[in-house]
């Protein structure tokens, strides 16, 4: 029986087989929609032309170098993109950071070398270049995660909330809080004079201080050359017609007798001029006095007004109240007085505690009752499952947590002087040489990196955070 002949060369699994047709025939089918779509309509004009043609221009056109000579102030590291601002057009990264030289000595400016994709205008030689860089700060984050609108829809969601809720929410709160300060006010009130007591020395040397050092050398001699001329001309007046209406009370034949009578031996002391005297007060002074109260509130008016407006009072008012405000031993002296009648006061804790159980039931079904609420405005800060996160939140995240999107060059070229053409051989061997200079606050406010989610981008924007039609920071070949 004649041994059947196996063929020598190896056949190829059945998987691997299957993977290579598969892959070809998604690559033949990629090629082929990337041609159709890159051929568009005739007479329209094509999305995809342009990102197929600024495609080929990154990867077929001239990269030129250019050397940055660091000013003062300028702070760049190697990837930090390069922008281009127009006028007409979006900004667009045309360029990179390569290396940053460091400088011998602090007259010599550093030297950063950067590169231009071919997508760069040929005539950019004389362009402006400017760094700015996002600030490292809480408001900015806090700027960037709440724009004016996210902030309008946020205190209209609240409003709507709240306000069939607000009545019956106060309706609860207030009695506890009420009835919090009453009892806090109480135990305040008991505490405060032993504890007064027991600091009276120490306030006593303070009250020697300041009398000495401020009311008897500044505040005595203000009162009398600034403020007593003042009460002299408004108080005249009233206090002459007062005392001329009271002197027309006066009975003389009523005080002399009684007088008499009080003097003379062996009569009985009745305390006829007293009596006389406190009769004269009720019946007669007082309805004076109190005929002449809005003469009186016009007269201490008038002095106050006139007083605030004294140069020389407003000096001394100011000095005085920046000495005790700024007085060491006075602070240290009342935040141990509020510390043992309130901080460290155990009634005054327990006052607290009592009514904070009661607030606490309130808040918590505040809460229930808000918690819708509360989960909109998270997904309008921070975004959804569904959706993803929300461009501002992925700024800060970039931005705070991954370290990216910190700083960037910017340059401006002169609208007359803007070409859309790639440039020439000629122009792309000539060497770039640029000084970057700070910039304005106004540029650096309009952050130009993509809006898009962490994960994903916007369409025509690659998701490592470039621009679309360019390679991403730190991905292009070398030039």
């Known amino acids: 029986m004649a ?6 060369r190896p056949r190829l699994p059945l998987t691997r087989l299957l993977r290579a047709l598969l892959g070809a025939l998604a690559w033949a089918g990629l090629v082929a929609w990337g041609i159709s779509w890159s051929s568009g309509r005739p007479g329209e004009p094509s999305s995809a032309k342009r990102v197929g043609g600024e495609l080929f221009t990154y990867a077929a056109g001239n990269w030129r170098t250019a050397q940055l000579h660091l000013t003062e102030g300028v702070s760049v590291a190697p990837g930090d993109p390069i922008f281009l601002y127009e006028a007409t057009t979006p900004v667009r990264q045309i360029g990179r950071i390569e290396s940053v030289a460091a400088s011998s000595d602090r007259e010599t400016p550093r030297v950063a070398t950067a590169v231009f994709y071919p997508i760069t205008p040929p005539n950019v030689d004389g362009a402006e270049v400017t760094s700015h860089a996002t600030p490292h700060s ?46 806090a006010f ?97 019946e007669d002074a007082m309805p004076i006095l109190e005929a002449h109260t809005d003469d009186f509130v016009r007269v201490v008016r008038a002095v106050l007004a006139e007083s605030a407006k004294e140069r020389e009072v407003q ?32 009634r005054f804790q327990q006052v607290l505690n009592k009514h904070w159980k009661k607030l606490r039931d309130e808040f918590r079904v505040a809460a229930l009752r808000l918690e819708p609420v509360v989960r909109r405005i998270g997904d309008i800060i921070f ?41 020439s051989q000629t122009t792309a061997s000539i060497p770039l040489s640029f000084t970057v200079r700070p910039g304005p606050a106004a540029l650096t406010e309009s952050n130009p990196f993509p809006q898009g989610p962490i994960g994903f981008a916007p369409l025509g924007v690659p998701p490592s955070g470039g621009v679309a039609g360019v390679p991403p920071s730190g991905g292009p070949r070398s030039p």
């Open 3 to 8: 041994t059947p002949r196996t063929s020598l």
């Open 138 to 183: 809480m408001e900015w984050v806090v700027e960037t995660m709440l724009p004016p609108e996210k902030r309008a829809l946020i205190a209209e969601e609240l409003r709507r909330a709240m306000q069939p809720q607000q009545d019956e929410f106060v309706a609860g709160v207030r009695p506890i809080v009420q009835g919090a300060l009453r009892d």
């Open 186 to 282: 109480d135990v305040v009130q008991a505490d405060l004079p032993k504890v007064l007591a027991a600091h009276r020395e120490e306030l006593n040397a303070l009250g020697a201080r300041y009398q000495k050092d401020l009311v008897e050398k500044e505040v005595v001699p203000l009162v009398r050359d600034e403020i007593m001329p003042l009460v002299r001309r408004h108080a005249e007046p009233v206090a002459t017609e007062v005392g001329r209406d009271l002197w027309a009370k006066v009975s003389l034949w009523r005080f002399g007798w009684r007088y008499v009578y009080d003097r003379t031996p062996l009569l009985p002391d009745d305390q006829l001029v007293k009596r006389e005297w406190a009769r004269y007060v009720d």
């Open 315 to 346: 000096k001394v008012l100011k000095a005085g109240f920046s000495r005790i405000i700024e007085d060491e031993e006075l602070q240290r002296l009342v935040w141990r007085i509020f510390r043992e009648v309130v901080v460290d006061n155990p």
């Open 383 to 423: 975004g959804t499952q569904e959706g993803g996160i929300t461009p501002e939140f992925a700024r800060v995240l970039r931005n705070q947590v991954l370290l990216k999107d910190r700083r960037w060059l910017a340059v401006r070229v002169a609208a007359a002087r803007v070409t859309t053409s790639p440039p």
